[in-house]
Nanobody, 125 residues
Framework: QVQLVESGGGLVQAGGSLRLSCAAS????????MGWYHQGSGKERELVAS???????NYADSVKGRFTISRDNAKNTVYLQMNSLKPEDTGVYYC???????????????????WGQGSQVTVSS
């Protein structure tokens, strides 16, 4: 089994900062891309940022220059540093990881996409 556990959401004033973390655990051989998605109230889930295993990041235009995605491969963890937050950033943030299922030095041949439980971020104006 694979599990992604998020932490770091909360309430912040506009212009403030928050840092989200997402740790993967369980039957993990390796992790390919990881990312963060945002779902505003009544809206569909949208990609905010993604990062390759090698550390190359990609961002939605709406967060470029304000958000930074990073990862620690040794800890199977991805982070999202959110600065200069705006009220429109409010919503639930979900982490995502493409995981090669297995164990230490053992790959089962199965790859799957896994989601975190979601973290509420509220930005007040």
């Amino acid at each position: 089994q694979v599990q992604l556990v998020e932490s770091g959401g909360g309430l912040v004033q506009a212009g403030g900062s928050l840092r989200l973390s997402c740790a993967a655990s369980g039957s993990i051989f390796s992790i390919n891309d990881m990312g963060w998605y945002h779902q505003g109230s009544g809206k569909e889930r949208e990609l905010v940022a993604s990062i390759t295993r090698g550390g190359s990041g990609n961002y939605a235009d709406s967060v470029k220059g304000r958000f930074t995605i990073s990862r620690d491969n040794a800890k199977n963890t991805v982070y999202l540093q959110m600065n200069s937050l705006k009220p429109e950033d409010t919503g639930v943030y979900y982490c995502y990881a493409e995981i090669l299922v297995g164990g230490r030095n053992i790959y089962t041949g199965r790859t799957g996409g896994y989601w975190g439980q979601g973290s509420q971020v509220t930005v007040s104006s």
